[in-house]
Nanobody, 126 residues
């Protein structure tokens, strides 16, 4: 059974930092990719960042570029999202996603991913 388990969410003041983790079990995304999406109240889920497992290529949304950084740990079968300079508009539930499909450049669409975590809440106060 494939499971993606997120951790690291919480409450932080604007300008602060958080580091999200996503641990995968039941699968190794050796040729696929993993990413992060988020959904704020009343809004659609949107792409945040992704990384291809084999090549290490990364993609970021314009809204987080330069502030967030995605990385992976092959040995731990985990992906991380370092979030710096957080803003109130970053408040959302953050979801980890995994794709077992071969990719060089990680996808930015939800349809590219076939496994999802349950989400972790990130709240940024002003």
């Amino acid at each position: 059974q494939v499971q993606l388990v997120e951790s690291g969410g919480g409450l932080v003041q604007a300008g602060g930092s958080l580091r999200l983790s996503c641990a995968a079990s039941g699968i190794t995304f050796s040729s696929g990719s993993m990413g992060w999406f988020r959904q704020a109240p009343g809004k659609e889920r949107e792409f945040v960042a992704a990384i291809s497992w084999n090549f290490g290529a990364t993609s970021y949304s314009d809204s987080v570029k330069g502030r967030f950084s995605i990385s992976r740990d092959n040995a731990q079968n985990a992906v991380y999202l370092q979030m710096d300079s957080l803003r109130p508009e970053d408040t959302a539930v953050y979801y980890c996603a995994g794709s077992s499909r071969f990719t060089v450049v990680p996808g930015t669409k939800q349809e590219a991913y076939n496994f999802w975590g349950q989400g972790t809440q990130v709240t940024v106060s002003s």
